[in-house]
């Protein structure tokens, strides 16, 4: 199964070049034929209705199914009323977050998002769903989307992303208790990043509105998208 993992297209009105970005994005995604495209939030810059449909356009276009979650410039309301599909996404859910159950592995989508803060936030209600989420199937991997990742990043001044940070240590504590987990995957940061957690692997996809690397790309790589592509062998460890 192959997956390709975005993030953080930071859709503005005033930033036509986003858009453009974008839509380049999803040609290079089509010439890839993945199996699913999940979007890890930062959709928009201002979180108004009609960035998320200018996303949803561009979105649409892609052949296979696409996924998305909130990221911390995003409108909750707004991007789930722009997405809802009556099986995963409904305009009146309090989190963005849900199972996906059509491949060989979950997706297991997660909200990270507190409202008007940067850093991300895991309450009691969520925790409880991504718990039961991961407990409803330990036959199949899973792999977890979410906007900030729920590991140190060793890139920047701020290294922590969640506040409070025990948010993120209650996720990794549940993590542990599922062999199944097959991968994090995050964005938030704007810069490509990868580590193990637990022993599963754990990765940043960078950003597609800017590139923040230290070392520009070099003119032969200009244009090129910023996107993870992963993907999952049949020998990926499940619980039994």
């Given at each position: 199964m192959r997956i390709v993992h975005l993030s953080d297209t930071h859709l503005a009105e005033?930033?036509?070049?986003?858009?453009?970005?974008?839509?380049?994005?999803?040609?290079?995604?089509?010439?890839?034929?993945?199996?699913?495209v999940v979007h890890t939030g930062d959709i928009a810059h201002n979180g108004r209705a009609e960035e998320y449909r200018t996303a949803q356009t561009l979105l649409d276009r892609l052949s296979m199914p696409y996924f998305v979650l909130p990221g911390n410039r995003d409108d909750r309301r707004n991007l789930a009323r722009a997405f809802a599909d009556g099986r995963h996404i409904r305009p009146d859910?309090?989190?963005?977050?849900?199972?996906?159950?059509?491949?060989?592995?979950r997706l297991i989508v997660v909200d990270s998002v507190n409202a008007g803060m940067s850093k991300g936030r895991l309450c009691a209600e969520r925790l409880d769903g991504i718990r039961r989420m991961l407990a409803a199937d330990p036959s199949r991997p899973a792999c977890l989307f979410l906007h900030h990742p729920p590991f140190e990043?060793?890139?920047g001044p701020y290294p922590r992303h969640f506040d409070p940070w025990t948010d993120a240590g209650a996720l990794v504590a549940e993590l542990q208790r599922h062999d199944h987990v097959a991968g994090i995957f995050c964005g938030h940061v704007h810069r490509a990043f990868e580590t193990t957690l637990g022993g599963v692997s754990?990765?940043?996809?960078?950003?597609?509105?800017?590139?923040?690397?230290?070392?520009?790309?070099?003119?032969?790589?200009r244009g090129l998208p910023v996107i993870g592509v992963h993907t999952l062998s049949p020998d990926v460890p499940a619980a039994a």
């Open positions: 005033d930033r036509p070049d986003r858009a453009a970005a974008l839509e380049a994005c999803v040609d290079h995604i089509e010439r890839l034929r993945p199996d699913a859910m309090p989190f963005v977050q849900y199972a996906v159950e059509d491949f060989p592995a990043v060793a890139v754990a990765s940043v996809v960078s950003c597609l509105a800017d590139d923040l690397r230290w070392d520009r790309p070099d003119t032969a790589q």
